[in-house]
């Protein structure tokens, strides 16, 4: 915001700030959202996999020792 102050009026600038300050807050929410709504299980510590009914994929294979 300083920086833009010598080139438009200070109104502008702290607008301007406040604007891009918002716009980023609502993109990584809704990001953080879709990201959270891929993955609701969560990840296997392990391998990194996405958890399905409580289970690994890869980790949990029946027959494995």
Do not use: L, S
């Amino acid at each position: 915001m300083i920086g833009m102050m010598a080139f438009i009026a200070p109104a502008y600038a702290v607008g301007i700030a406040v604007a891009i300050y918002f716009g980023i807050k609502v993109f990584v929410g809704r990001k953080r959202k879709m990201i959270q709504k891929a993955i609701e299980g969560g990840i296997c510590a392990v391998c990194g996999e996405k958890i399905v009914k409580d289970k690994c994929p890869n980790c949990d294979k029946p027959g494995q020792t």
